[in-house]
Protein backbone atom coordinates (compact mmCIF):
# COMPACT_ATOMS: atom_id res chain seq x y z
CA UNK A 1 0.00 0.00 0.00
CA UNK A 2 0.94 3.93 -0.60
CA UNK A 3 1.01 4.83 2.48
CA UNK A 4 2.44 8.61 1.43
CA UNK A 5 -1.33 9.03 0.28
CA UNK A 6 -1.98 9.56 4.02
CA UNK A 7 1.10 11.33 5.72
CA UNK A 8 4.91 11.47 4.98
CA UNK A 9 8.16 10.24 6.06
CA UNK A 10 10.95 12.81 6.82
CA UNK A 11 14.36 12.05 6.14
CA UNK A 12 15.03 9.82 8.74
CA UNK A 13 12.12 8.09 7.24
CA UNK A 14 10.10 8.12 10.00
CA UNK A 15 6.72 8.76 9.24
CA UNK A 16 3.70 10.98 10.47
CA UNK A 17 -0.04 10.84 9.24
CA UNK A 18 -1.12 14.24 7.76
CA UNK A 19 -4.49 13.96 10.00
CA UNK A 20 -3.53 15.36 13.07
CA UNK A 21 -4.47 13.06 16.39
CA UNK A 22 -8.05 14.24 17.70
CA UNK A 23 -9.91 13.33 20.61
CA UNK A 24 -13.23 11.17 20.57
CA UNK A 25 -15.89 13.60 19.97
CA UNK A 26 -17.39 11.79 23.26
CA UNK A 27 -17.61 15.01 25.28
CA UNK A 28 -17.74 17.44 22.77
CA UNK A 29 -19.77 20.62 23.54
CA UNK A 30 -21.57 21.67 21.82
CA UNK A 31 -22.37 17.94 21.19
CA UNK A 32 -21.58 16.92 17.26
CA UNK A 33 -24.06 14.00 16.87
CA UNK A 34 -22.29 13.82 12.75
CA UNK A 35 -19.30 13.25 14.18
CA UNK A 36 -20.33 10.88 16.81
CA UNK A 37 -22.21 8.69 14.20
CA UNK A 38 -19.10 8.60 12.31
CA UNK A 39 -16.78 7.81 14.99
CA UNK A 40 -18.52 5.00 16.65
CA UNK A 41 -18.01 2.09 14.61
CA UNK A 42 -14.19 2.85 14.94
CA UNK A 43 -15.04 2.55 19.13
CA UNK A 44 -16.83 -0.58 19.00
CA UNK A 45 -14.54 -2.20 15.92
CA UNK A 46 -12.51 -4.33 16.00
CA UNK A 47 -10.96 -3.86 19.35
CA UNK A 48 -13.92 -3.41 21.77
CA UNK A 49 -15.81 -6.15 20.63
CA UNK A 50 -12.85 -8.60 20.62
CA UNK A 51 -12.14 -7.86 23.96
CA UNK A 52 -15.76 -8.76 24.90
CA UNK A 53 -15.47 -11.50 22.55
CA UNK A 54 -12.07 -12.96 24.15
CA UNK A 55 -13.71 -12.22 27.77
CA UNK A 56 -17.05 -14.13 26.94
CA UNK A 57 -14.75 -17.24 25.51
CA UNK A 58 -12.55 -16.99 28.61
CA UNK A 59 -16.25 -16.76 30.82
CA UNK A 60 -17.16 -19.84 28.75
CA UNK A 61 -14.63 -22.11 29.11
CA UNK A 62 -11.93 -20.87 31.27
CA UNK A 63 -13.25 -19.92 34.77
CA UNK A 64 -13.55 -22.43 36.70
CA UNK A 65 -16.90 -23.62 38.26
CA UNK A 66 -18.37 -20.98 40.81
CA UNK A 67 -18.18 -23.53 43.84
CA UNK A 68 -14.24 -24.28 42.84
CA UNK A 69 -13.33 -20.60 43.64
CA UNK A 70 -14.87 -19.88 46.79
CA UNK A 71 -11.62 -21.42 48.11
CA UNK A 72 -8.21 -19.52 47.41
CA UNK A 73 -6.40 -22.80 45.62
CA UNK A 74 -2.79 -23.01 43.27
CA UNK A 75 -4.81 -25.24 41.08
CA UNK A 76 -7.27 -22.88 40.05
CA UNK A 77 -4.92 -19.81 39.69
CA UNK A 78 -2.25 -21.68 37.97
CA UNK A 79 -4.92 -22.70 35.38
CA UNK A 80 -6.18 -18.92 34.74
CA UNK A 81 -2.33 -17.65 34.83
CA UNK A 82 -1.38 -20.44 32.42
CA UNK A 83 -3.78 -19.12 29.82
CA UNK A 84 -3.26 -15.87 30.49
CA UNK A 85 0.42 -16.38 29.82
CA UNK A 86 -0.54 -18.24 26.68
CA UNK A 87 -2.92 -15.76 25.01
CA UNK A 88 -0.63 -12.93 25.76
CA UNK A 89 2.28 -14.92 23.87
CA UNK A 90 -0.15 -15.72 20.79
CA UNK A 91 -1.32 -12.44 20.77
CA UNK A 92 1.57 -10.12 21.47
CA UNK A 93 3.68 -12.37 19.60
CA UNK A 94 1.63 -13.00 16.24
CA UNK A 95 1.80 -8.79 15.78
CA UNK A 96 5.57 -9.10 16.76
CA UNK A 97 6.00 -11.55 14.43
CA UNK A 98 4.19 -10.29 11.83
CA UNK A 99 5.41 -6.45 11.85
CA UNK A 100 8.89 -6.55 13.87
CA UNK A 101 10.70 -10.23 13.08
CA UNK A 102 9.23 -11.09 9.33
CA UNK A 103 8.89 -7.10 8.87
CA UNK A 104 5.53 -7.85 6.24
CA UNK A 105 4.66 -4.13 4.97
CA UNK A 106 8.43 -2.85 6.05
CA UNK A 107 8.30 0.97 7.03
CA UNK A 108 5.10 1.94 5.39
CA UNK A 109 2.62 3.83 8.09
CA UNK A 110 5.81 3.22 10.38
CA UNK A 111 6.15 6.38 12.96
CA UNK A 112 9.66 5.72 13.83
CA UNK A 113 12.01 4.27 10.88
CA UNK A 114 14.02 2.37 13.02
CA UNK A 115 13.81 -1.61 14.20
CA UNK A 116 14.38 -2.06 17.82
CA UNK A 117 15.75 -5.31 17.39
CA UNK A 118 19.00 -3.52 14.96
CA UNK A 119 19.81 -0.72 17.96
CA UNK A 120 21.07 -3.03 21.10
CA UNK A 121 20.57 -0.81 24.17
CA UNK A 122 22.29 -0.63 28.30
CA UNK A 123 18.78 0.54 29.18
CA UNK A 124 17.32 -3.34 28.02
CA UNK A 125 17.47 -6.37 30.38
CA UNK A 126 19.59 -8.00 27.79
CA UNK A 127 20.24 -4.59 26.37
CA UNK A 128 16.62 -5.90 24.04
CA UNK A 129 13.30 -4.11 23.91
CA UNK A 130 11.40 -7.62 22.80
CA UNK A 131 13.11 -9.66 25.95
CA UNK A 132 12.58 -6.70 28.44
CA UNK A 133 9.29 -6.61 27.43
CA UNK A 134 9.17 -10.32 27.32
CA UNK A 135 10.52 -10.87 30.88
CA UNK A 136 8.54 -8.44 31.89
CA UNK A 137 5.20 -9.34 30.85
CA UNK A 138 5.57 -12.64 31.96
CA UNK A 139 7.22 -12.29 34.79
CA UNK A 140 5.03 -9.65 37.09
CA UNK A 141 2.89 -8.39 33.88
CA UNK A 142 0.58 -11.83 33.54
CA UNK A 143 0.72 -12.27 37.15
CA UNK A 144 -0.71 -9.11 38.70
CA UNK A 145 -3.18 -9.28 36.00
CA UNK A 146 -4.34 -12.68 36.69
CA UNK A 147 -3.63 -11.79 40.65
CA UNK A 148 -6.37 -9.00 40.04
CA UNK A 149 -8.93 -11.45 37.88
CA UNK A 150 -8.49 -14.04 40.94
CA UNK A 151 -9.42 -11.28 43.56
CA UNK A 152 -12.17 -10.60 41.35
CA UNK A 153 -13.45 -14.49 41.09
CA UNK A 154 -12.89 -15.12 44.68
CA UNK A 155 -14.87 -12.24 45.52
CA UNK A 156 -17.80 -13.06 43.06
CA UNK A 157 -17.92 -16.84 44.19
CA UNK A 158 -18.24 -15.31 47.99
CA UNK A 159 -20.39 -13.22 47.12
CA UNK A 160 -18.40 -10.11 48.12
CA UNK A 161 -19.37 -7.14 46.28
CA UNK A 162 -22.60 -5.84 44.44
CA UNK A 163 -22.46 -8.46 41.12
CA UNK A 164 -25.72 -8.47 39.33
CA UNK A 165 -26.48 -11.60 37.50
CA UNK A 166 -26.41 -12.01 33.48
CA UNK A 167 -29.79 -13.13 33.04
CA UNK A 168 -31.70 -10.28 35.47
CA UNK A 169 -29.92 -7.26 34.04
CA UNK A 170 -29.01 -7.80 30.40
CA UNK A 171 -29.37 -4.45 29.28
CA UNK A 172 -27.82 -2.69 32.45
CA UNK A 173 -24.90 -4.51 31.88
CA UNK A 174 -25.07 -3.73 28.15
CA UNK A 175 -24.67 -0.22 29.02
CA UNK A 176 -21.95 -1.02 31.64
CA UNK A 177 -20.08 -2.70 28.90
CA UNK A 178 -20.29 1.08 27.36
CA UNK A 179 -18.53 3.15 29.69
CA UNK A 180 -16.07 0.26 30.61
CA UNK A 181 -13.13 2.21 28.32
CA UNK A 182 -13.82 5.54 29.55
CA UNK A 183 -13.52 4.53 32.93
CA UNK A 184 -10.02 3.00 31.59
CA UNK A 185 -9.17 6.06 29.96
CA UNK A 186 -9.74 8.02 33.00
CA UNK A 187 -8.10 5.59 35.68
CA UNK A 188 -5.12 5.77 33.00
CA UNK A 189 -4.97 8.97 33.28
CA UNK A 190 -4.82 9.58 36.75
CA UNK A 191 -2.60 6.89 37.49
CA UNK A 192 -0.55 8.23 34.25
CA UNK A 193 -0.09 11.51 35.66
CA UNK A 194 0.66 10.17 39.54
CA UNK A 195 3.42 7.98 38.23
CA UNK A 196 5.09 11.05 35.77
CA UNK A 197 5.91 12.72 39.03
CA UNK A 198 9.84 13.13 39.92
CA UNK A 199 10.13 10.27 42.54
CA UNK A 200 7.18 7.47 40.97
CA UNK A 201 8.76 8.22 37.34
CA UNK A 202 12.62 7.69 38.65
CA UNK A 203 11.84 4.29 40.28
CA UNK A 204 8.77 2.97 38.57
CA UNK A 205 7.79 4.52 35.38
CA UNK A 206 11.11 5.49 33.46
CA UNK A 207 10.70 1.13 32.86
CA UNK A 208 8.07 1.86 30.85
CA UNK A 209 9.77 4.63 28.92
CA UNK A 210 13.00 3.22 27.93
CA UNK A 211 10.86 2.10 24.70
CA UNK A 212 10.88 5.25 23.00
CA UNK A 213 10.51 3.57 19.82
CA UNK A 214 7.55 1.14 21.08
CA UNK A 215 6.94 -1.96 19.72
CA UNK A 216 3.95 -4.81 20.81
CA UNK A 217 6.42 -6.13 23.79
CA UNK A 218 6.76 -2.61 25.12
CA UNK A 219 3.27 -2.52 26.23
CA UNK A 220 3.62 -4.51 29.30
CA UNK A 221 7.06 -3.46 30.03
CA UNK A 222 6.71 -1.59 33.03
CA UNK A 223 7.75 -2.25 37.07
CA UNK A 224 5.26 -3.93 38.74
CA UNK A 225 4.18 -1.26 40.64
CA UNK A 226 3.00 0.05 37.55
CA UNK A 227 1.36 -2.83 36.04
CA UNK A 228 -0.73 -3.32 39.53
CA UNK A 229 -1.98 0.21 39.39
CA UNK A 230 -2.86 -0.58 35.44
CA UNK A 231 -4.36 -3.51 36.22
CA UNK A 232 -6.65 -1.91 39.04
CA UNK A 233 -9.12 -0.98 36.76
CA UNK A 234 -10.70 -3.91 37.77
CA UNK A 235 -11.54 -2.75 41.27
CA UNK A 236 -14.10 -0.44 40.09
CA UNK A 237 -16.50 -3.56 40.06
CA UNK A 238 -16.12 -4.03 43.56
CA UNK A 239 -17.97 -0.04 43.68
CA UNK A 240 -19.93 -0.53 40.49
CA UNK A 241 -23.10 -3.16 39.98
CA UNK A 242 -21.12 -5.53 37.76
CA UNK A 243 -20.85 -9.02 36.86
CA UNK A 244 -17.69 -10.79 36.27
CA UNK A 245 -17.21 -11.01 32.47
CA UNK A 246 -17.24 -7.27 32.61
CA UNK A 247 -14.38 -6.99 35.23
CA UNK A 248 -12.34 -9.55 33.00
CA UNK A 249 -13.39 -7.81 30.21
CA UNK A 250 -11.75 -4.63 31.59
CA UNK A 251 -8.53 -6.82 32.29
CA UNK A 252 -8.58 -7.85 28.78
CA UNK A 253 -8.99 -4.28 27.72
CA UNK A 254 -5.87 -3.07 29.66
CA UNK A 255 -4.25 -6.50 29.00
CA UNK A 256 -4.30 -7.38 25.38
CA UNK A 257 -5.22 -4.04 24.66
CA UNK A 258 -2.12 -1.88 25.75
CA UNK A 259 -1.02 -3.34 22.49
CA UNK A 260 -2.73 -0.99 20.32
CA UNK A 261 -1.10 1.94 21.82
CA UNK A 262 2.44 0.41 21.55
CA UNK A 263 2.25 -1.11 18.25
CA UNK A 264 4.06 1.54 16.19
CA UNK A 265 2.37 1.98 12.88
CA UNK A 266 -0.56 4.04 11.95
CA UNK A 267 -2.20 1.46 9.89
CA UNK A 268 -1.43 -2.09 9.77
CA UNK A 269 -1.84 -3.51 6.14
CA UNK A 270 -5.01 -6.26 5.75
CA UNK A 271 -4.24 -6.40 1.79
CA UNK A 272 -3.13 -4.70 -1.32
CA UNK A 273 -5.21 -1.94 -1.08
CA UNK A 274 -6.89 -2.25 2.51
CA UNK A 275 -5.16 -1.39 6.15
CA UNK A 276 -7.18 -0.71 9.46
CA UNK A 277 -6.14 1.95 12.06
CA UNK A 278 -4.24 1.41 14.81
CA UNK A 279 -4.74 4.53 16.86
CA UNK A 280 -1.53 4.14 18.50
CA UNK A 281 -0.44 7.85 17.17
CA UNK A 282 -1.40 9.60 20.43
CA UNK A 283 0.74 7.40 22.81
CA UNK A 284 3.53 6.99 20.08
CA UNK A 285 4.01 10.63 21.07
CA UNK A 286 3.74 10.04 24.35
CA UNK A 287 6.68 7.65 24.17
CA UNK A 288 8.82 10.00 21.95
CA UNK A 289 7.96 13.10 23.96
CA UNK A 290 7.16 11.98 27.39
CA UNK A 291 5.59 14.79 29.00
CA UNK A 292 2.34 14.71 26.36
CA UNK A 293 -0.49 12.85 25.88
CA UNK A 294 -1.22 10.65 29.36
CA UNK A 295 -4.42 9.73 27.93
CA UNK A 296 -5.13 7.89 25.31
CA UNK A 297 -7.48 10.47 23.40
CA UNK A 298 -11.26 8.95 24.58
CA UNK A 299 -11.69 11.57 27.31
CA UNK A 300 -10.02 14.91 26.11
CA UNK A 301 -8.21 15.28 29.25
CA UNK A 302 -5.14 16.34 27.70
CA UNK A 303 -6.87 19.06 26.10
CA UNK A 304 -8.24 20.35 29.49
CA UNK A 305 -5.24 20.02 30.92
CA UNK A 306 -2.50 21.57 28.01
CA UNK A 307 -0.77 18.68 27.41
CA UNK A 308 -2.45 17.40 24.01
CA UNK A 309 0.08 17.06 21.29
CA UNK A 310 -1.45 15.81 17.93
CA UNK A 311 1.56 15.34 16.09
CA UNK A 312 1.49 18.14 13.87
CA UNK A 313 3.56 21.07 13.50
CA UNK A 314 1.32 23.60 15.37
CA UNK A 315 0.86 20.40 17.93
CA UNK A 316 4.67 20.26 18.52
CA UNK A 317 4.90 24.14 18.91
CA UNK A 318 2.37 24.50 21.43
CA UNK A 319 4.33 21.60 23.53
CA UNK A 320 8.05 23.86 23.31
CA UNK A 321 6.19 27.33 24.17
CA UNK A 322 4.94 25.26 26.96
CA UNK A 323 8.27 23.45 27.86
CA UNK A 324 9.80 27.01 27.35
CA UNK A 325 7.30 28.48 29.96
CA UNK A 326 8.04 26.32 32.85
CA UNK A 327 11.62 26.11 32.79
CA UNK A 328 11.44 29.96 32.62
CA UNK A 329 8.87 29.82 35.85
CA UNK A 330 11.57 27.23 37.50
CA UNK A 331 14.63 29.67 36.51
CA UNK A 332 12.28 32.91 38.13
CA UNK A 333 11.72 30.58 41.11
CA UNK A 334 15.07 29.78 41.52
CA UNK A 335 16.91 33.21 41.17
CA UNK A 336 14.27 34.54 44.03
ZN1 LIG B 1 3.27 3.16 26.75
ZN1 LIG C 1 4.39 7.88 30.64
Redesign the pocket.
Known amino acids: MDDTEFGTHNKRGDYTPNEPARHAPLFAFPPRPLALLKWLPGYFLPWNVLWLATAAAWWAWIVPEKAAMTTLAWGWVLWLFAVNAIAVFLFYGALELHLYMRRAQGTRFKYNAKWPADHKSQAFLFQSQTLDGMIRAFGTGVPIWTAWEVLVLWAWANDVGPWVSLADNPWYLAAVWLVLPVIHEFHFFCI?RL??TPFLYKWV?SV??NSVNPSPWSSLSMHPVEHLLYFATAAYHFVIPSHPLLAIYQLHYAGFGAVVGHIGFDKVELSEDRAMESHAFIHYL?HKY?EVN?GDGLIPLDRWFGTFHDGSKDGEARMNERYRRRKAKANARAST
Open positions: HIHHHHHFY
